[in-house]
């Protein structure tokens, strides 16, 4: 070892080097997250010109290639000579980071990238990026590769238009896989167009070979609409309301469901803050004073055994929190948290004084909010009664474990795994296919509890839920406890059928209301079995899908062989088991995100919820999409 420590081994990494050689440190990974985090960041400028009344369409276009190309008719990025470096405008903003116009000035006063880094970004990190402004009547033209322009900025036409356009396509140097999913892509660019009403968004999947137009007139109001749909609300309208004070608006809408969930979504600047911040804390706290202040004097909460709580407050609350503010404080470059404290002062001072006027005039409305929280309050009570009384029978103390549980004999929960299958039948295989070792296998017994639909009472008298809360060792809802989880992967293996994906669809959704830690720390998987074997003379050959199994075929052109399709798991012997979904060196796992587990609730909701019109709606517009259908 080198134990010489001298100025030739400090390293400095000039203009966009930084990026690329630690680019988890500008998009959080470099993994799903961080990939669409390029898309966003070039959306947001655009967004950016929007708030500020320039940009009235955007067009997002996903390629065949995995390039994507983003439109706007803005004002378009300036292209004269920056007097300071003396190079164009647009050329400074994409190579140069902390370069903007959101820094001072009037050019923008409100915007989501005030960190300057955004778009410069992009361009480090994508194989080739190529721009063009429509500008004072001519379109301007620069290709980057890997962040270098390869040519001087050209004037290559005239026109009438004003804008800007940046096409990219992600360097593979940089992704492990660049493939860009669709759906990740238009749900937030559905988000954006109901936080900018009248704007329109256009976005259209090559990949997929669909188009859809996002145009909102009813603003974060429609938003809530649209969450709650497919649930039985206790008021007909979302309530809204909002102020402004030294530059900060903020408004806010709210309706209240039948359910046993909150859905509080948060945005600063059109940036989704998933964490929170100063904003959505003191909407929080100004809520739960507002309906105990109310049902305190109406006298509605005069036979709570206890004070209901902020949860108990939020209970079927669904809420859209959007503030814009000239100097957002977010925390960390991928802005997932605002930390402004005017932020919250400002948001607690409007919800106060807004709702409270609100209720004050609409008792209708008040009234049934109010009575739902002590109903709330009454069904927390008995579950916590029940939840002691299961703890004596050892039913969800990390010390009883389920019968039908096969443990693995590791210890150290960073190694150890568990598999959560679906039947007996499966089940049997997967323990004979195991590695004992660091594999455990718990079976369920059919489909779980819907738990979008049951209150926690009922969810700790579920068995299968029981069990589940059990074996992880980490309790649930607000017992959760990551540090005793007793197993680094939790991984869904299911049939790959309907039944298995209601399955997968269920398990998802208890996660993610009752266990949500576990999804945002990584832990919960999704194993991909195969769909087809091929057995010719020499072997066996799996494939995951009918695009694989069409290349095995061709491989296998002018030799004898046999097709088998996988109905379930429970099929496969122990040894293709092991082969093809268990073994860590050749198995496909499928990492679950919160953004796929949002996805998975919200589609959830609508096919299982009360209201028949979003899932007849919902069946309209995907029926011809279904490419094998059990019957």
Known sequence: MNQDYRASDIQILEGLEAVRKRPSMYIGNV?????????????????????????????????????????????????????????????????????????????????????????????????????????????????????????????????????????????????????????????????????NSG???????????????????????????????????????????????????????????????????????NINTTEGGAHVTGFKTALTRVIIDYGEKRGILKDAEETPTGNDIREGLCAVINILIPNPQFE??????????????LTEEVTLSSLSSIFEENPDIARPVVEKVLQTVRARLAAKRARELARKKDSLDSIYLPGKLADCTEKNSEVAEIFIVEGDSAGGSAKQGRDRRFQAILPLRGKILNVEKANIHRILSNQEIRNIAAALGC??????????LRYHKVIIMTDA?????????????????????LIEGGHVYIALPPLYRVRDGKGDYYAFDDEELEQVLQNLRGKKYNIQRYKGLGEMNPEQLWTTTMNPQTRTLKQVTVEDAIEAEEIFSILMGDAVEPRRDFIREHAREVANLDI
């Open 332 to 345: 960390g470059q991928t802005k997932t948290k605002l930390g402004n404290p005017e932020a919250r002062s």
């Open 199 to 269: 704007l329109t968004i256009v976005f259209r999947d090559e990949v997929q070979e669909q188009e859809k137009t996002y145009h909102f007139e009813g603003g974060i109001k429609a938003l809530v609409s649209y969450l709650n749909r497919g649930k039985e609300v206790l008021h007909p309208e979302p309530i809204y309301f909002g102020g402004e004070k030294e530059g900060i608006k903020v408004e806010i809408a709210i309706q209240y469901n039948d359910g046993y969930l909150e859905n509080i979504l948060s945005f600063a600047n």
């Open 497 to 517: 059928d309907v039944d298995g994906a209601h399955i997968r669809t269920l398990l998802l959704t208890f996660f993610y209301r009752y266990m949500k830690p």
């Open 31 to 195: 993994g799903v997250e961080g990939l669409h985090h390029l898309v966003f960041e070039v959306v947001d400028n655009s967004i950016d010109e929007a708030v500020m009344g320039f940009c009235h369409r955007i067009e997002v276009i996903l390629h065949r290639d995995g390039s994507v190309r983003v439109t706007d008719d803005g004002r378009g990025i300036p292209v004269e000579i920056h007097e300071t470096v003396g190079r164009p405008a647009v050329e400074v903003v994409l190579t140069r980071l902390h370069a903007g116009g959101k820094f001072g000035g009037a050019a923008y006063q409100i915007s989501g990238g005030l960190h300057g880094v955004g778009v410069s970004v992009v361009n480090a990190l994508s194989e080739w990026l190529e721009v063009e402004v429509y500008r004072e009547g001519k379109i301007w033209r620069q290709r980057y590769e890997r962040g270098i322009p390869q040519g001087e900025l050209e004037e290559v036409g005239v026109t009438e238009r004003t804008g800007t356009m940046i096409h990219f396509k992600p360097d593979p140097m940089i992704f492990p896989d660049a493939t860009f999913h669709g759906d990740i892509i238009s749900q937030r660019l559905k988000e954006l167009a109901f936080l």
């Open 475 to 484: 309790g649930l809802g607000f017992d959760f406890s990551r540090e005793k």
